[in-house]
Nanobody
Framework: QAHVAQSGGGLAQPGGSLELSCVAS????????MEWHRQPPGKQEELVAR???????NYADAVKGRFTISRDNAADRADLQMSNLEPEDTAIYYC?????????????????WGQGTQVTVSS
């Protein structure tokens, strides 16, 4: 199995910047993709950014040009650099890891989630 630990986030003013980090640990063979999702207050969860094993990046339209996802494959780590923040970016942010892990005598592909990190953008 795997464990996902998040760090970063907090409070920023509109136009400011914050960074989130996500590190996966455990019996991991391969991490296919690492993603950042968010759930704004009273709204559904949405995918913010995704980076695959080969470095392909995808972003939600709402964050294109402002957020950058990066990945360190050797460290099983993904970072989300958030710039030019807007009040609409206020949400709980979650890291999701799509990985092949050890499951008993088998290899199992599953997804694992971090604990969530609050990001608040307010003046």
């Amino acid at each position: 199995q795997a464990h996902v630990a998040q760090s970063g986030g907090g409070l920023a003013q509109p136009g400011g910047s914050l960074e989130l980090s996500c590190v996966a640990s455990g019996d991991i063979f391969t991490i296919y993709a690492m993603e950042w999702h968010r759930q704004p207050p009273g709204k559904q969860e949405e995918l913010v950014a995704r980076i695959t094993l080969d470095g392909t990046r995808n972003y939600a339209d709402a964050v294109k040009g402002r957020f950058t996802i990066s990945r360190d494959n050797a460290a099983d780590r993904a970072d989300l650099q958030m710039s030019n923040l807007e009040p609409e970016d206020t949400a709980i942010y979650y890291c999701r890891v799509d990985a092949l892990v050890k499951g008993g005598a088998f290899r199992i592909r599953s997804d694992f989630w971090g604990q969530g990190t609050q990001v608040t953008v307010s003046s």
